[in-house]
């Protein structure tokens, strides 16, 4: 099974809103990546975490912030989001970062910011 | 940094057709190759991968080429079927990079349409 669960599927918040993405799996994978994909572009990495601690933020801005509470989940938390965050949100996982690195892609949530 | 070319950024042909996309890299220190396919409304999917200690490597109607020397890799679909319409990205990585370093750097995707 190589499935990465992401919710919501679909999220609209305002520009003052706090919101929480969500990505869990279950395949003993110990690293775990969010990227954002605007429309008809490839998936721009964002965070990576490996064995649950932050390995490569992409200069990303402080009003998204990622969090992995266990080896089997990965939030991004969002604050004070600009209508430009607008896009598909997707959570990726691998078995880790040193070897076997064929990454696993949810279905993503899509966000637009409002 | 790594840079991956991907071509062409759409293509059509007919059911029961064969297409090729093909992708060129930079970093001759890469040396795994995925390709993913991304179908309307959902997330890539991994479909096959190569790594530079071979030259092919098909999976039924899906084969992918490396050619080391050239720094180039194809994805060759043959018999194609409406359902293989999609966007379909390459990918490309140095799997002896540190931890901290490494990353997948995608091509900007081929619209794939098959039109029955």
């Known amino acids: 099974d190589t499935e990465v669960t992401q919710t919501p599927k679909h999220l609209v918040m305002g520009m003052t809103n706090k919101k929480s993405l969500k990505c869990e799996q279950h395949m003993g994978h110990r690293a775990m990546y969010w990227y954002k994909q605007k429309a008809k572009k490839p998936p721009e990495l964002m965070f990576v975490?490996?064995?649950?601690?932050?390995?490569i933020n992409e200069s990303v801005p402080s009003r998204f912030s990622p969090e992995c509470p266990n080896s089997s989940l990965l939030n991004l938390h969002l604050h004070a989001l600009q209508p430009e965050d607008s896009a598909l949100y997707l959570c990726?996982?691998?078995?880790?970062?040193?070897?076997?690195?064929?990454?696993?892609f949810g279905p993503g949530t899509r966000l637009t910011v409002t | 940094g790594e840079n991956v070319e991907q071509h062409p950024s759409t293509l059509s042909v007919q059911e029961g057709d064969s297409a090729v996309i093909k992708c060129t890299y930079s970093d001759s220190a890469s040396n795994y190759f995925p390709w993913y396919k991304q179908e309307l409304g959902k997330g890539p999917q991994l479909i096959i991968d190569i790594r530079s200690n071979v030259g092919e490597k098909k999976d039924q109607r899906i084969a992918v080429t490396l050619n080391k020397t050239a720094k180039h890799f194809s994805l060759h679909i043959t018999e194609t079927q409406p359902e293989d319409s999609a966007v379909y990205f390459c990918a490309a990585s140095n799997e002896n990079s540190g931890g901290s370093n490494y990353k997948l750097t995608f091509g900007k995707g081929t619209l794939l349409t098959v039109n029955p």
């Open positions: 975490y490996s064995y649950e601690k932050l390995s």
């Open positions: 990726a996982s691998s078995q880790d970062l040193a070897g076997g690195r064929e990454q696993y």
